[in-house]
């Protein structure tokens, strides 16, 4: 779908390094969120806003942090990366409520060294 | 806190044959239940829903019942073919911070 689109799509990195994943979204939908991926976990959310101004902690924020520079736009940012970070990483968005369909990105590989 | 099990975690079946995925969850409160289907390499999707006042919903060869009493949802695919090969996620609402909260995951393999 390419309404949903995450940059980069791949991406290794060493331990310590900053690293800025970016979301941007065609639908014109207001809530957006991360999730990560890892095998046999399934997916677990990083965190998600319904509006630009409204931003709130997931199940596993520890270690990332996010902004929300417009309601097309939704960055994920790990200030000091580990090597336990190394996961698929996607960004979703959905309409309005939590009964919405979420619409996923094709997702951002992230190896950390 | 709420949580969503999920089983199998992997599942072989003839092509042809049905399939079935169980999830159970923990917030009584939950009313929204979907399923996501990831190919390899893709991005999960939507491929059915269904919410707490209805019991059970088709479309086409999949379904998926609720039993809210024992608090668990099924998938069901019927007449398996090789293009449901795939990893499935089911998924809860959860009204304390209206989020989803997901399954772990079902690899579905199909045999020719």
């Known amino acids: 779908d390419a309404d949903v689109t995450q940059t980069p799509r791949n991406r290794i990195t060493k331990t310590g390094k900053r690293i800025m994943l970016e979301c941007s979204q065609t639908?014109?939908?207001?809530?957006m969120y991360w999730y990560r991926q890892d095998p046999g976990l399934g997916l677990r959310l990083i965190y998600y806003s319904f509006d630009v101004k409204d931003i709130n902690k997931g199940e596993i924020s520890d270690g990332y942090s996010v902004s929300r520079q417009a309601q097309a736009k939704f960055s994920l940012s790990l200030e000091s990366a580990i090597p336990n970070q190394t996961a698929l990483y996607f960004c979703?968005?959905?309409?309005?409520?939590?009964?919405?369909?979420?619409?996923f990105g094709p997702g951002t590989r992230l190896t950390v060294l | 806190g709420e949580n969503v099990e999920q089983h199998p975690s992997t599942l072989s079946v003839q092509e042809g044959d049905s399939a079935v995925i169980k999830c159970t969850y923990s917030?009584?409160?939950?009313?929204?239940f979907p399923w996501y289907k990831q190919e390899l390499g893709k991005r999960p999707q939507l491929i059915i829903d269904i919410r707490s006042n209805v019991g059970e919903k088709k479309d086409q060869r999949i379904a998926v019942t609720l039993n809210k009493t024992a608090k668990h949802f099924s998938l069901h695919i019927t007449e398996t073919q090789p293009e449901d090969s795939a990893v499935y996620f089911c998924?809860?609402?959860?009204?304390?911070?209206?989020?989803?909260?997901w399954g772990a995951g079902t690899k579905l393999i199909i045999k020719p």
């Open positions: 998924a809860a609402s959860t009204n304390s911070n209206y989020q989803l909260i």
């Open positions: 979703a968005t959905s309409p309005q409520g939590i009964t919405d369909t979420q619409y």
């Open positions: 639908k014109g939908h207001d809530r």
């Open positions: 917030d009584s409160a939950s009313n929204y």
